[in-house]
């Protein structure tokens, strides 16, 4: 089962954030949401998907998919996934592994366990161990909104529409509190701070959150690879750690377990190097008693992977991020979006156990790239 082909997507739909009109990440104000899709087929016809993360940085890992690793893949066999990760990752070390290569591997990965479960007719979830759940609990996430009344509004907003848990993009205090008053006592409340702080201003900061019931803090040190400043805040007890997002392969995590860094591990599987390498963090962070809760705000084959690999994991895992917000059009209809219960259905067809729509692929697709 030989590689053919493979192509990219770069798809922006319209994205309605729910939030002021600067509201964005990266320096842009988000008026669309934009994903690099990639398509590999195998000479038996069989077509998988993945997703490549970027926003901002699509052109770049894009060029790393059609420079680095697109020539490699061709004429390799599509079953080898495993080998074919290590290969990737040990011929492009000298040229920067993590980051935008990264990425472009993990998008493949993806697409090649798509097209491992279709061939054996059974879901990826299945092929990774099967799984009891038939419902993942999910959690919305808002962008960094930096005001309080819409940070307020949008969490009763949320709360109705069934939601158990928030996460906030914030850095004060006063938009836990807000958080609070809008979703009420009951709401599960994480903080995504996105690395700003010392170890010293984030202990100060998070104990003042923590006032207010937060359910984790996430990322609240610079760098992000600073495994022993998290150490230390999450060792002052304000409340639970989270962190991973910005991690590269199951190295980092382990590094991070080591350090006694977190209470829960985020990597993202359109990030981090794939299925493949979120399996191998899974089963450190059990071991290392550990929860999963995956960075998912995205809405493409990568977040379809996300619940396959949510369900299939046996140890402690959280809910399951939804980039909070109101897409003209979605590649997976209503699989992006949890229940009038908070949760999501899980797939059960072969793969990825839906395919993208291919209207949404072409008329969506971003114009003059």
């Known amino acids: 089962m030989k590689i053919v082909r493979v192509d990219t997507h770069w798809i922006a739909v319209p994205f309605d954030h729910r939030g002021p009109a600067s509201t964005g990440f990266g320096g842009r104000a988000w008026a669309d949401m934009q994903t690099l899709i990639v398509?590999?087929?195998?000479?038996?016809?069989?077509?998988?998907?993945?997703?490549?993360?970027?926003?901002?940085?699509?052109?770049?890992?894009?060029?790393?998919?059609?420079?680095q690793?697109?020539?490699?893949?061709?004429?390799?066999?599509a079953r080898a996934i495993g080998p074919l990760m290590l290969d990737l990752q040990k011929l492009n070390h000298n040229f920067g592994r993590y980051g935008?290569?990264?990425?472009?591997?993990?998008?493949?990965?993806?697409?090649?366990?798509?097209?491992?479960?279709k061939a054996a007719g059974l879901p990826i979830w299945q092929l990774l161990g099967g799984t009891t759940a038939e419902r993942l609990p999910a959690y919305a996430s808002?962008?960094?909104?930096?005001?309080l009344a819409t940070i307020e509004k949008r969490s009763a907003e949320a709360v109705a529409a069934g939601y158990?848990?928030?996460?906030?993009?914030?850095?004060?205090?006063?938009?836990?509190?807000?958080?609070?008053?809008?979703?009420?006592?009951?709401?599960?409340?994480?903080?995504?701070?996105?690395?700003?702080?010392?170890v010293a201003d984030a202990i100060e900061i998070g104990?003042?959150?923590?006032?207010?019931?937060?359910?984790?803090?996430?990322?609240?040190v610079w760098p992000p690879e600073n495994f022993e400043g998290l150490a230390e805040v999450r060792a002052n007890g304000?409340?639970?750690?989270?962190?991973?997002?910005?991690?590269?392969?199951?190295?980092?995590?382990?590094?991070?377990?080591?350090?006694?860094?977190?209470?829960?591990?985020?990597?993202?599987?359109?990030?981090?190097?794939g299925i493949t390498e979120t399996r191998k963090i899974s089963v450190l962070a059990d071991a290392a008693n550990v929860g999963i809760a995956l960075h998912s705000p995205y809405f493409g084959p990568g977040f379809i992977a996300s619940l396959h690999l949510v369900a299939a994991h046996v140890g402690r895992k959280g809910p399951v991020e939804r980039l909070y917000g109101t897409m003209e059009a979605s590649l997976y209809?209503?699989?992006?979006?949890?229940?009038?219960?908070?949760?999501?259905?899980?797939?059960?067809g072969p793969g990825l156990g839906v395919e993208p729509d291919k209207d949404v692929m072409r008329d969506f697709v971003k114009k003059g790239v």
């Open 39 to 67: 398509e590999i087929e195998t000479d038996n016809g069989i077509v998988g998907y993945g997703e490549i993360f970027g926003h901002n940085a699509i052109p770049s890992a894009r060029a790393a998919l059609e420079t």
């Open 100 to 117: 935008q290569t990264l990425f472009a591997i993990s998008g493949v990965d993806i697409a090649l366990w798509d097209i491992a479960g």
């Open 238 to 273: 304000l409340c639970a750690i989270a962190a991973g997002e910005n991690a590269s392969t199951a190295w980092e995590f382990k590094q991070m377990f080591a350090a006694g860094a977190v209470d829960w591990a985020q990597p993202s599987v359109s990030k981090v190097g």
């Open 207 to 220: 104990d003042e959150m923590a006032a207010y019931g937060v359910y984790w803090l996430e990322e609240p």
């Open 164 to 198: 158990g848990f928030i996460k906030l993009h914030e850095r004060t205090p006063e938009a836990v509190a807000a958080c609070r008053a809008g979703g009420g006592p009951d709401v599960q409340i994480m903080v995504d701070t996105n690395c700003p702080w010392s």
């Open 69 to 77: 690793i697109k020539p490699f893949l061709i004429g390799k066999d």
């Open 142 to 147: 808002f962008m960094r909104y930096e005001d």
């Open 333 to 348: 209809g209503d699989w992006v979006n949890p229940g009038p219960d908070g949760c999501y259905a899980l797939p059960g």
